[in-house]
């Protein structure tokens, strides 16, 4: 079948640096999305990697392997409003996406 | 710009009682359109999709309903609802066509039956 793993919750300090895992099982693969979503909004595109290797966008950069079926985002310098849920989702053959249940990122000062 | 809006933002509903929510988009055209629900501790529900009008594609079985009467317009509609119903709701866009388009998310819907 098909599936995401991802961490459930995560604590970091403000300042710091911290990685998110993300793994996937899909039927093909036409890449992987991360998503940030504060409490009660909608989510909020952030990435999208189909390539191996690393992205950088600012603060935030996504990592994938396509061999290994994993992809990490990493969040640099780690500011209060960065406190959120952090989506994974890969999309299938179908371009349909498996949903993972999200890591929700607590931020302290 | 594209803008995508979603409403209501929250309702609480008896069992048994009709349910409407609607989500337009503005700024693209024959968009992409997704009801999604979201529960607690739990991934993303694709419950519709539509890639035109009066094209609707059903993922999970349920009492739940969508439709597409415009280019722009999704409606996801109950005629009773279930205690299960509960949750929040989404709507989002992706450019038309196949392919690995971004998702565009509305501000939700956070429904709960009592």
């Known amino acids: 079948g098909q599936n995401i793993d991802q961490p459930t919750e995560m604590t970091a300090t403000e300042g710091a640096i911290v990685q998110i895992n993300c793994t996937y099982q899909?039927?093909?693969?036409?890449?992987l999305f991360w998503y940030q979503q504060h409490a009660g909004e909608a989510p909020t595109f952030l990435s999208y990697n189909v390539l191996d290797g690393l992205e950088e966008k600012g603060r935030f950069s996504s990592f994938l392997s396509r061999s290994k079926g994993y992809s990490y985002l990493l969040l640099k310098e780690l500011q209060m409003k960065d406190s959120a849920s952090y989506l994974c989702?890969?999309?299938?053959?179908?371009?349909?996406?498996?949903w993972g249940a999200g890591t929700k990122l607590i931020i302290k000062p | 710009s594209q803008t995508i809006h979603q409403w209501p933002a929250t309702l609480v509903q008896p069992v048994g009682s009709p349910l409407s929510l609607e989500c337009t988009v503005e700024?693209?055209?024959?968009?992409?359109l997704y009801w999604y629900r979201q529960a607690a501790g739990r991934g993303l529900q694709l419950l519709f999709y539509s890639v035109g009008i009066g094209q609707i594609s059903s993922e999970v079985p349920q009492n739940l309903s969508a439709s597409r009467p415009q280019d722009r317009q999704f409606i996801l509609s109950s005629k009773k609802l279930l205690l299960s119903d509960s949750g929040f709701y989404l709507c989002a866009y992706s450019e038309g066509g196949s392919g690995a388009n971004v998702l565009t998310f509305g501000a939700g819907s956070r429904l709960t039956v009592l």
């Open positions: 899909t039927s093909g693969f036409n890449g």
């Open positions: 700024g693209t055209s024959n968009p992409n």
């Open positions: 989702a890969a999309m299938d053959s179908n371009y349909q996406l498996i």
